[in-house]
T-cell receptor
Framework: DAKTTQPPSMDCAEGRAANLPCNHS???????VYWYRQIHSQGPQYIIH???NNETNEMASLIITEDRKSSTLILPHATLRDTAVYYC??????????????FGSGTQLTVLP | KAGVTQTPRYLIKTRGQQVTLSCSPI?????VSWYQQTPGQGLQFLFE???????NKGNFPGRFSGRQFSNSRSEMNVSTLELGDSALYLC????????????????FGQGTRLTVV
């Protein structure tokens, strides 16, 4: 799976949009971009994933650039409960692909009151 | 529906002992994966089971083993515990079968915090 690069930390004001970037310049055509977050001392929580089209669900939006070398996770109205470490993961879903998630260091998002 | 359940939540063991951790996946999920999380190494993949078969294994010594039962419940065992095995052990379940996009999201349990003294 392609390596991803994320800033180690970011701050965001409560109520504002949080935009978390991820670089995956070596991503291959069959690799999806997955986002998870981990609130302190809890298990990681799935947020969203996509291949090349932008995706939106009840939690967040995922914007993937046209060349697929980077993406942005958007939390539209951040709350204090969104303070967590956010992980961006590139993952192939082909039948011969590895099944595990390869977690990097992630981005510590702190939502400030 | 009920989420992924891991038991016990906390455990203290002595060096040299062995330990068994349990994971009950979400009903209907056939894939169960285990991860170790430490401050120094982050989240690292241990192994994955699907339909009672180990399908993938991470880079951990043979002291770490696991199994999956016919009801998809899984256990992992660590023998001859070392201080460095102190970690949060996380279990994740997913629907995923071979390939495909749907059902690939992994749902994690709260983890078992193992302390080796």
């Amino acid at each position: 799976d392609a390596k991803t690069t994320q800033p180690p930390s970011m701050d965001c004001a409560e109520g504002r949009a949080a935009n978390l970037p991820c670089n995956h310049s070596t991503i291959s055509g069959n690799e999806y971009v997955y986002w998870y977050r981990q609130i302190h001392s809890q298990g990681p929580q799935y947020i969203i994933h996509g291949l090349k089209n932008n995706e939106t669900n009840e939690m967040a939006s995922l914007i993937i650039t046209e060349d697929r070398k980077s993406s942005t996770l958007i939390l539209p109205h951040a709350t204090l409960r969104d303070t967590a470490v956010y992980y961006c993961i590139a993952r192939s879903l082909g039948s011969g692909s590895a099944r595990q998630l390869t977690f990097g260091s992630g981005t510590q998002l702190t939502v400030l009151p | 529906k009920a989420g992924v359940t891991q038991t016990p939540r906390y455990l203290i063991k002595t060096r040299g002992q062995q330990v068994t951790l349990s994971c009950s996946p979400i009903s209907g999920h056939r894939s169960v994966s285990w991860y170790q999380q430490t401050p120094g190494q982050g989240l690292q993949f241990l192994f994955e089971y699907f339909s009672e078969t180990q399908r993938n294994k991470g880079n951990f010594p043979g002291r770490f083993s696991g199994r999956q039962f016919s009801n998809s419940r899984s256990e992992m065992n660590v023998s001859t515990l070392e201080l460095g095995d102190s970690a949060l052990y996380l279990c994740a379940s997913s629907l995923a079968g071979a390939g495909g996009r749907s059902g690939t999201e992994a749902f994690f349990g709260q983890g078992t915090r193992l302390t080796v003294v």
